[in-house]
């Protein structure tokens, strides 16, 4: 794994009363401002993680190379220790395996698959699931989106208690991002290839 897979947190300016801080959104801001964490299951990536783990309360942002590489064999530690409560796999490009799930210990009544009709109805989707509380994660997959969808989703992640992934192309890489923890993910020789990236 690449030494530079995040970054160091930006720091909060000294203006800004500490009963503020926390509610206030900076595009800066990296994950280790997010509430808790729970572990990814891989002892090297949780070393570069902020925290020890994935954040919850914030948006993570994986850009794949392409789908199935092995994101969610990436991610399905950390899902296997959550409270118990249902994943929402919002616009997956594949239908979920149901079966495979099912080996990795995941009763079909904790996935909850969501296909939405538009794009506008995915991300209203998402702020949902965020907002209800009634579920541990979002896996939300999507391409193309407008710079204040992405921060709406920010906003209505920082407010739930929830983990957070949205996986997008690799070729949204070079677009501003107000995820504050972003990495790509690359096929390797080993299983995957993580590395940060910029969210401006």
């Known amino acids: 794994m690449s030494d530079s897979v995040l970054a160091v947190p930006a720091a909060v300016s000294p203006s800004l009363p500490s009963s503020l801080a926390g509610l206030v959104w900076r595009g800066g801001a990296m994950a280790s401002d997010c ?6 299951g891989y002892p090297q ?6 925290g020890g783990g994935w954040p919850h309360r914030c948006l993570i942002e994986l850009l794949l190379q392409q789908n199935g590489i092995g994101e969610i064999r990436l991610l399905l530690p950390a899902l296997q220790r959550l409270s118990g409560q249902r994943i929402a796999l919002l616009q997956p490009p594949h239908l979920p395996q149901i079966a495979s799930w099912h080996a990795q210990g995941f009763s079909p009544e904790r996935l909850l698959w969501i296909r939405a009709p538009s794009l506008s109805d995915a991300l209203w989707t998402a702020e949902q699931v965020l907002r209800n509380g009634s579920c541990d994660a979002l896996l939300l997959w999507q391409g193309a989106m407008r710079m204040e969808a992405l921060r709406r989703l920010q906003m209505a992640a920082q407010a739930s208690d929830m983990l957070c992934w949205v996986l997008r192309p690799m070729v949204m890489t070079d677009i501003p991002s107000p995820a504050p923890l972003r990495l790509a993910l690359r096929p390797h020789a080993e299983g995957l290839s993580i590395d940060r990236k910029s969210t401006r």
């Open 35 to 40: 509430a808790g964490t729970t572990s990814s």
């Open 45 to 50: 990536l949780d070393e570069q993680l902020p």
